[in-house]
């Protein structure tokens, strides 16, 4: 069948620290996978993009890798802030199947000062 | 430049009733996108609409349905709502060239079904 999985449980560090969120997949193709930001009932805000052939993406204290043999996404978040605490869902576009973006159920950051 | 825009922010219905909410794109943006996320899970595709067409469907009853108007905003509407219809229901847009552009949410609508 197919799953995409991110971290199961909340994931506590230290503020400074590196974050590193995990998402999974099971037997999709994907042309791209996505990051987003989710705070307490409000919509998901775009991070980054990877696509298929490549393996790294950064942006400012972010960065995505992405390996399909392993079938895995990391996202790194470099000199966490409290700020930084919210929900991160990753989703993915598979091919074939147009413009719909499958989530996982998404990571629980929490940073302490 | 006015990202996506949902209406109303919070709704509360009865079960057997029927509802409709309402998405603007941000600028630019042609295709919309609806999910729904229930509480404490990722958002599910509902289905897609450009050109006024309902171009791709996720696995949900015809209870859900949806309109794209011609200045791209769009409905969605749930009939029959069921206790289960409760959750968070997000619009996105995107910029439909090759519909693999990155879709940017509005801040949803809150339903809320008793």
């Known amino acids: 069948s197919q799953k995409i999985e991110q971290n199961s449980e909340a994931l506590n560090i230290q503020e400074g620290k590196t974050a590193t969120l995990t998402c999974n997949y099971t037997n999709y193709s994907p042309a791209y996978l996505q990051w987003y930001r989710q705070d307490p009932g409000r919509g998901p805000v775009f991070l980054l993009l990877?696509?298929?052939?490549?393996k790294e993406k950064r942006k400012e204290r972010l960065k995505v890798t992405f390996d399909t043999t392993l079938k895995q996404s990391l996202f790194h978040i470099t000199a966490s802030q409290p700020a930084d605490s919210a929900t991160y869902l990753c989703?993915?576009?598979?091919?074939?199947?147009?413009?719909?973006?499958?989530f996982g159920q998404g990571t629980e950051l929490s940073v302490k000062p | 430049d006015a990202g996506v825009t949902q209406s109303p922010t919070h709704l509360i219905k009865t079960r057997g009733q029927q509802v409709t909410l309402r998405c603007s794109p941000k600028s630019g943006h042609d295709t919309v996108s609806w999910y729904q996320q229930a509480l404490g899970q990722g958002p599910q595709f509902i289905f897609q609409?450009?050109?006024?067409?309902?171009?791709q469907r996720g696995n949900f009853p015809d209870r859900f349905s949806g309109h794209q108007f011609p200045n791209y905003s769009s409905e969605l509407n749930v009939n029959a709502l069921l206790l289960g219809d409760s959750a968070l229901y997000l619009c996105?847009?995107?910029?439909?060239?090759?519909?693999?552009?990155?879709?940017?949410f509005g801040p949803g609508t809150r339903l809320t079904v008793l």
């Open positions: 989703a993915l576009l598979n091919y074939n199947q147009g413009g719909k973006l499958i």
């Open positions: 996105a847009s995107s910029l439909d060239s090759t519909s693999t552009d990155t879709q940017y």
């Open positions: 990877i696509r298929e052939n490549e």
């Open positions: 609409y450009y050109e006024e067409e309902e171009r």
